[in-house]
């Protein structure tokens, strides 16, 4: 069974500080999703990364793929409360190539 | 912009019940997923469909059947609750494999 470990699995800052998310696996995958999801709502994506060593860049959230394509990070600058919401790495993979989700980490910014 | 639509938004039952839950998409997808979320973790996959009168067991199925009469509608059936059951349920559509998936808002439900 392909597994994609996060952590942490729960974070609570302050809002102004920074953060970093990181999805982990034994296995290779060719492409790594991320998603947030907010309270009462289904996930929505946020970025997918292809290119081992890809760094993607969304206003304040920067998203690095591994070099070997096994891993995957999130860092967060400046959070703020709006950014309060469960992350969810994801990667397509296993025998009928669906969609893995990860432990997922649930972040609170506290104002 | 509908996208996915899912109903009821929060349903209890109580134990041996059944209840259908839905799933509409509006965008013409032809892979349609279900998704049960436990509290504060990722989810597991329960069925999955790639078009019309074509469905597949995910990683979950046990306790649930599915049928695709049509692109739009991916219903999920529960024919007798158990507590085990107890989950977010979401519904998601995607164009093909590998691509993005669009999710529902979800349905909450509780058996009890």
């Known amino acids: 069974t392909q597994l994609l470990e996060q952590s942490p699995q729960f974070l609570s800052i302050q809002e102004g500080e920074n953060l970093t998310v990181y999805c982990n696996s034994s296995?290779?995958?060719?492409?790594l999703q991320w998603y947030r999801q907010e309270p009462g709502e289904g996930p929505v994506l946020l970025v997918t990364v292809v290119t081992g060593g890809e760094v993607k860049k969304l206003k304040r959230l920067t998203f690095q793929f591994g070099d070997a394509r096994k891993d995957s990070s999130l860092h967060i600058t400046a959070a703020q409360p709006g950014d309060t919401g469960l992350y969810l790495c994801?990667?397509?993979?296993?025998?009928?190539?669906?969609?893995?989700f990860g432990t997922g980490t649930l972040l609170a910014v506290q104002p | 912009n509908a996208g996915v639509t899912q109903t009821p938004k929060f349903r209890i039952l109580k134990i041996g019940q059944s209840m259908t839950l839905q799933c509409a998409q509006d965008m013409n997808h032809n892979y349609m997923y279900w998704y049960r979320q436990d509290p504060g973790m990722g989810l597991k996959l329960i069925y999955y469909?790639?078009?019309?009168?074509?469905?597949d067991k995910g990683e979950v199925p046990n306790g649930y059947n599915v049928s695709r009469s049509t692109t739009e509608d991916f219903p999920l059936r529960l024919e007798l609750a158990a507590p085990s059951q107890t989950s977010v349920y979401f519904c998601?559509?995607?164009?093909?494999?590998?691509?993005?998936?669009?999710f529902g808002a979800g349905t909450r439900l509780s058996v009890l």
């Open positions: 998601a559509s995607a164009v093909g494999t590998g691509g993005i998936q669009y």
């Open positions: 994801a990667a397509y993979g296993g025998a009928t190539n669906k969609l893995i």
């Open positions: 469909s790639v078009g019309a009168g074509i469905t």
């Open positions: 296995s290779v995958f060719s492409s």
